[in-house]
């Protein structure tokens, strides 16, 4: 083989593994009539932002419908059309989860329950923020772990999962590959952190910086 053509087949081969690498990892995002509208946008811009770079390519970010409806709208109007559903055939390395005022119907949707228990079975990490905290503890995701709902809502997570040791006034917490927030704005901070454990601290900073979230840190920092 001459040369010219070994540098073809190196370019070929390159661009090959570029490919099968892309978007290899999904994070998903979980949506529904009536989400909390930034417990969904804020993971989505960080996340979003971070596959722009090459260091973080290998991911990409889904937007799950609980339906088989992908139209969906939330709480406070955002109309959103997600890529799958439920019911589709996904293997995910991170779910997230985000709240809605009122749950029930959400707790008692036998097959969005067990759209969450079999993620937790492969996923590397499952996430909730505000009162998806619910939806993973109804999957039996938060059995035995640290975990968080919203601010005011931690002892109405506690008496409907006597199994999960809940915390009170954190913003984040983090146990065994599961994180919980308060959701809110606190959905950025969460978003960070796990972004964080995906890759690296000075690569959250770096998107921190590329959105300007680190801004509003200084902003409330003495």
């Known amino acids: 083989m001459n040369t010219s053509l070994k540098i073809v087949c190196f370019i070929l081969l390159s661009l090959l ?130 975990a968080t709902t919203w601010a005011g809502g931690e002892k109405d997570l506690a008496n409907a999962y006597p199994e999960i040791n809940v915390q009170y006034d954190q913003n984040v917490v983090i146990d065994s590959k599961v994180i919980t927030s308060n959701g809110g704005p606190v959905s950025y901070q969460a978003a960070f952190k796990l972004l964080e454990k995906l890759s690296s601290k000075a690569f959250a900073q770096e998107i921190s910086e590329l959105i300007q979230f680190n801004r509003l840190e200084r902003a409330f920092t003495p």
């Open 17 to 146: 593994a570029n490919i099968t690498c892309a978007g290899s990892s999904k994070i998903g995002v979980l949506v529904f009539d009536g989400f909390l509208t930034s417990d969904v946008t804020a993971p989505i811009e960080v996340f979003g932002a971070a596959t722009k770079k090459s260091w973080f390519s290998s991911y990409e970010v889904v937007i799950i419908s609980a339906s088989k409806n992908k139209f969906i709208r939330s709480e406070e109007g955002l109309r959103i059309i997600a890529d799958q559903t439920i019911y589709d055939d996904l293997t995910l390395d991170v779910l997230l989860v985000p709240s809605a005022y009122k749950m029930d119907k959400f707790l008692n949707d036998k097959n969005l329950i067990n759209f969450i228990k079999k993620q937790g079975e492969s996923a590397s990490w499952m996430a909730s923020n505000c009162s998806g905290a619910f939806l993973l503890g109804e999957a039996g995701i938060l059995d035995g772990k640290k």
